[in-house]
């Protein structure tokens, strides 16, 4: 059974400066989620956030910080599929404000903000009737030349039982 379920997760999101790579005004940021098992995942409820925080507080969990949105998607997904959603939309001022950038004598200054990527994903596995949960949790990173990459922040990374229980 355990090899034959479904199994839900996602992969990075993908990363789309609107309306131009030139000139953007919004950070657009989606979601692959994948089903890995044998049998489709039935139920499906996909909630994500793109919240963002002073970067001087590193003890902040996203998941707190994150005003829900639900994504628009289908009932199943089908054994060894995937797909991509559109997720959140970031102002490139939010953007600007995760970058470093230098002070008035040119020294490296630390990013004022921190921006994160959180992710759910709800759903039947196939077997039972026992509501299966996906967790990703990500942080944005630029370092001084402000190329960019993600990190995993929190105990969010997870899936089914590995998940912290809501208290």
Request: charged share 20%; hydrophobic share 35%; net charge negative.
């Amino acid at each position: 059974r355990l090899r034959d379920r479904a199994f839900v997760y996602f992969s990075n999101p993908p990363l789309t400066p609107y309306p131009s790579v030139e000139h953007p005004t919004i950070l657009g940021v989606g979601i692959i989620i994948l089903n890995a098992g044998n049998m489709p995942a039935r139920s499906i409820m996909v909630q994500y956030a793109c919240p963002d925080a002073p970067s001087s507080d590193k003890t902040i969990d996203p998941f707190r910080l994150a005003h829900w949105e639900r994504a628009e998607v289908g009932n199943v997904i089908g054994p060894k599929n995937n797909f991509q959603l559109q997720a959140c939309q970031i102002p490139i001022a939010t953007v600007a404000a995760a970058h470093w950038s230098k002070d008035a004598k040119g020294a490296p200054k630390e990013p004022e903000r921190e921006i994160f990527y959180v992710v759910q994903v709800t759903y039947l596995d196939g077997f039972s009737d026992e509501q299966r949960v996906t967790q990703m949790s990500r942080n944005f990173w630029f370092d001084e030349q402000n190329n960019f990459s993600l990190g995993f922040r929190g105990p969010h990374n997870c899936s089914d039982d590995d998940c912290p229980k809501e208290k």
